[in-house]
Antibody, heavy 121, light 108 residues
Framework: DVQLVESGGDLVQPGGSLRLSCAAS????????MFWVRQPPGKGLEWVSG????????FYADSVKGRFTISRDSSKNTLYLQVNSLRAEDTAVYYC??????????????WGQGTLVTVSS | EIVLTQSPGTLSLSPGERVTLSCRAS???????LAWYQQKPGQSPRLLIY???TRATVIPDRFSGSGSGTDFTLTISRLEPEDFAVYYC?????????FGQGTKLEIK
């Protein structure tokens, strides 16, 4: 079975940093596009970043460009999101999601349970 | 960026009713790259429909999707108690990918 387990969320001060992790099992990250989607408390979904199967194609939402970095470690079968220069508006549950295919332009077939990032002083 | 506008924001309905949710795109979506997700409180989103009209695995046939270009719809033919949730459309046609703001179905 496909499983995605996020971790790394925490309470952090404005300007701080975190590294979010998404441990995958039941499939190889190297064969699929992977994404991060976030959801502020009580609000809707926001697409944050994505990476295709071989890492050749990476894209970020304008709201996080220059502050967030997506990456993955194939040996650990884990997806990461380095989040820097955090702002109050970055407070959200961060979900990782797997694409249907190796491509970048894909719907999200599987989702993790999310990890909460709270930015507050 | 393609902006997706969902309407209405909230619907109050009764079990057994038929409902159609709308998702309108600010630009043409090619190849039908439009998906729908259901999210219940405290849960992750669940894929319902992809490619505008293809139901995901184990999604019951009371859910159907249609549309083209800039106008897309999700129809639930007969509401079951477990269908009361928030529904999001998602375009994966161009970067950045985007979601609609959601439509909440609540029990009347």
């Amino acid at each position: 079975d496909v499983q995605l387990v996020e971790s790394g969320g925490d309470l952090v001060q404005p300007g701080g940093s975190l590294r979010l992790s998404c441990a995958a099992s039941g499939f190889s990250l190297s064969n699929y596009g992977m994404f991060w989607v976030r959801q502020p408390p009580g609000k809707g979904l926001e697409w944050v970043s994505g990476i295709n199967y071989n890492g050749a194609y990476i894209f970020y939402a304008d709201s996080v460009k220059g502050r967030f970095t997506i990456s993955r470690d194939s040996s650990k079968n884990t997806l990461y999101l380095q989040v820097n220069s955090l702002r109050a508006e970055d407070t959200a549950v961060y979900y990782c999601a797997r694409a249907y295919s190796s491509g970048f332009y894909s719907y999200f077939e599987s989702w993790g349970q999310g990890t909460l990032v709270t930015v507050s002083s | 960026e393609i902006v997706l506008t969902q309407s209405p924001g909230t619907l109050s309905l009764s079990p057994g009713e038929r409902v159609t949710l709308s998702c309108r795109a600010s630009q043409y979506i090619t190849s039908g790259h439009l998906a729908w997700y259901q999210q219940k409180p405290g849960q992750s989103p669940r894929l319902l429909i992809y490619g505008t009209s293809t139901r995901a695995t184990v999604i019951p046939d009371r859910f159907s999707g249609s549309g083209s270009g800039t106008d897309f719809t999700l129809t639930i033919s007969r509401l079951e108690p477990e269908d009361f949730a928030v529904y999001y459309c998602h375009q994966y046609d161009s970067s950045p990918q985007t979601f609609g703001q959601g439509t909440k179905l609540e029990i009347k």
